[in-house]
């Protein structure tokens, strides 16, 4: 008998050797990847080589369908080294979905429509009957920010905003003023990676701006301010994570 898919919006599985018990609950996270890959094919099987030891519980393809790799009980293999608000097993703790895409090494392609709708109703459907919450749903790159760059600045976060999900605030416009960058120190760069971890990043305070800083900074902006992507903490970075950090469930 063949498997069944979990979530009603699958229209497939493809099963995965790559999973195993999960260690540690709730659920409650929900991270987003891009495959950076050439194609739907390549990506699958990539996915379900137990040689490479990877896997999601979803992919949504570029048409929109979705194919189930891993049963959600189970801990799929997504996720590798990272942390999140204090947590290091993410992927005891999430549900991964792969979007295929070609990512930074394929260019960074546009994600066409039909794909952006399903991964809408997929994430609608994961956060709905997972009860996660929205600052809970991340990417790839906010949780490992020195290894992953994924699901990538052209990711559309403000349109999943638009449809409820995710967290999110509009971006400070960027305009000239005082930054921080790396090499930078002081009392102002510590009240900074002070923000960061109060939002979740994992970022030791130590009011050095180090290379660490700045890939974490890096990750921020290409979840919460994409128009410019260059590790330098400016005042639209700033001012974006602040307001950020006012909008959480319980703040303001």
Request: with cysteine.
């Amino acid at each position: 008998m063949k498997p069944t898919p979990e979530s009603p919006l699958a229209s497939s599985v493809h099963p995965s050797p790559n999973h195993g018990e999960r260690r540690s609950g709730p659920v409650d996270l929900l991270i987003l990847h891009y495959t950076g890959m050439d194609g739907a094919a390549a990506a699958l099987q990539r996915l379900a080589n137990p040689v490479a030891e990877v896997s999601a519980h979803y992919v949504v393809l570029e048409d929109g369908r979705v194919v189930q790799m891993v049963p959600e009980g189970r801990r799929a293999w997504h996720a590798g080294q990272g942390s999140w608000a204090g947590l290091s097993d993410i992927n005891s703790r999430s549900l991964g979905i792969e979007i295929v895409n070609g990512g930074h090494a394929g260019g960074l392609p546009a994600y066409p429509e039909a794909q952006i709708a399903a991964v809408i109703d997929l994430c609608h459907d994961l956060t709905t009957r997972w009860s996660i919450p929205p600052q809970r749903v991340l990417a790839h790159s906010d949780i490992a920010p020195e290894r992953k760059e994924d699901p990538g600045e052209h990711f559309p976060w403000d349109r999943l905003a638009r449809a409820g999900i995710g967290h999110w605030v509009a971006p400070t416009p960027i305009r000239d003023g005082r930054f921080f960058a790396e090499g930078d120190a002081g009392q102002p760069v510590e009240a900074l990676q002070a923000m960061f971890v109060l939002y979740g990043y994992d970022l030791p305070v130590t009011g050095a701006f180090d290379a660490r800083t700045k890939a974490v900074v890096t990750a921020f902006q290409r979840h919460f301010r994409p128009a410019r992507v260059d590790g330098v903490a400016d005042a639209s970075t700033i001012t974006t994570l602040r307001d950020l950090l006012a909008a959480l469930p319980g703040r303001g």
